[in-house]
């Protein structure tokens, strides 16, 4: 079965967004080296410039990663991504109701509206052999809540925010015990990668 793995880049004081869900921050490291790593998406053309270590990091995810799943508000912000994901894979949007003018012909985002489980059951399906990435702090919450968790991947910036959207401020069931990380020190960042302990 496919792992679910919660990818977020965070400050190092917990916040993955300020308080007008600006992210200029937290993502600063994706163009701190002079590594290029290009999405897969012909519809977004984005491509990073990080340090070595980094783009080695972010091309194994790409790799392992076969659909994202995401809530409404990180949708919204990313104008749903022109309709395809950038890492070229299918996205599941959690929403209690499908947005206007969506779904769109061609367009590789489906909404899912009965629940955090159905969402990550569809993402599995979708991602066949491979893991499911989950963006956003609520989705995360959601999926850390229903026990959907298998991994927790943060990209630790190195910067405080002092305010804004915390990425883990909604737990239920605390302390939730995870394993030892993995650590990928990049210019700018720290890759963590933690298993989530069974309960």
Known sequence: MAKVIALMSMSLDGFVADATDGVDEVFDWYFSGDVEVATASATMGMTFHVSQPS?????????????????????????????????????????????????????????????????????????????VGVHGADTIQQCMNAGLLDEVHIDLAAVLLGSGVRLFDHLADTPIVLGNPTVVTGVGVTHLRYPVQAS
């Open 55 to 131: 783009a080695e990091h972010l091309r194994s995810l790409q790799a392992e990663v076969g659909a994202m799943l995401t809530g409404r508000r990180t949708f919204e912000v990313a104008d749903g991504w022109g309709g395809q994901h950038p890492w070229d894979v299918p996205a599941f949007i959690v929403t209690h109701h499908v947005p206007d003018g969506w779904p769109r012909p061609g367009s590789t985002v489906q909404f899912v509206t009965d629940g955090i489980e159905s969402a990550v059951a569809q993402a599995r399906s979708a991602a066949g052999a491979k893991s």
